[in-house]
């Protein structure tokens, strides 16, 4: 199964770069993973819903039945790193060729892309910066694999 954490946004800064590359080479030996960073719209006077509108036709764009869309929103499902690792082995079971992690725009998304998901998951009840997230997101997937493959660096 290929991870892809799909997000839209602007370039990595050289920290946030250093630690995706950093958690990317750690998950290399148990699955492949992507960034995509689809970039923003250009800044034009548009309305929050213009804007979501064009970054769903964007989405709509991308996504291919081999995906399996997991949103990650502030109002999704709150799991624990071992519940993730569970998630991701269930996808596996199922021979989910591509899952696809996304991180939704400033303003998040709309009704069809959450229609679209097979799930939504929940970071925290805090909002945080979309690099951050992108950060965050690299390093649970690989606590997650480091839970299925039962090295040393989760502790329960």
Known sequence: MHIEIWTIGKANEPHIEAGMALYFQKIKPYNTISLEIIPPLKKTPASVDVIKKEEEALLLKKLKPHHHLILLDETGKLLTSPQW?????????????????????????????????????????????????????????YRAFSILNNTPYHHS
């Open 85 to 141: 690792a569970e998630q991701f082995q269930q996808q596996m079971n199922h021979s989910v060729k591509t899952l696809v992690l996304l991180i939704g725009g400033a303003y998040g998304v709309t009704d069809a892309i959450k229609m679209q998901a097979k799930q939504t998951w929940s970071l925290s009840k805090l909002v945080f910066p979309h690099q951050l997230v992108r950060l965050i997101v690299a390093e649970q997937v």
